[in-house]
């Protein structure tokens, strides 16, 4: 299974960008797709996951209103469409997915049970 994520860059304040994840050799029906992001100096923390399971998304607090995911699609891609961004956005961002029923909770509590993962992408937001 491969990811890889793609959309970051530098970017100033109240700017909008979107990330962009490929999945390929991911053969499970059920699965939970997600981006996660690790701001310097933190813990990789959830930002945004979707099940197809379960029909359960999940947004952290930081990102409702202002990001939105998109399952990922025939064209096996996720999208993560992030706008109003502020400085504190700033950090690696990850799309990983797991086949596990209903694993929209690893976004807010166990990102680390997520099973695959993509190498991250960086995303700079200047003030």
């Known amino acids: 299974v491969q990811l890889v994520e793609s959309g970051g860059g530098t970017i100033q304040a109240g700017g909008s960008l979107r990330l962009s994840c490929v999945v390929s050799?991911?053969?499970?029906?059920?699965?939970?797709i997600g981006w996660f992001r690790q701001a310097p100096g933190k813990e990789r923390e959830g930002v945004a996951c979707?099940?197809?399971?379960?029909?359960?998304?999940y947004y952290s607090d930081s990102a409702k209103g202002r990001f939105t995911i998109s399952n990922y699609n025939a064209n096996w891609t996720s999208y993560l469409q992030m706008t109003n961004l502020e400085p504190e956005d700033t950090g690696i961002y990850y799309c990983?997915?797991?086949?596990?029923?209903?694993?929209?909770?690893?976004?807010?509590?166990?990102?680390?049970?997520?099973?695959?993962w993509g190498k991250g992408i960086s995303v700079t937001v200047s003030s």
């Open positions: 979707v099940s197809n399971s379960d029909d359960t998304i």
């Open positions: 050799g991911f053969t499970f029906d059920e699965y939970s």
């Open positions: 990983a997915v797991d086949p596990t029923y209903g694993a929209t909770w690893y976004c807010k509590m166990r990102y680390y049970k997520m099973e695959y």
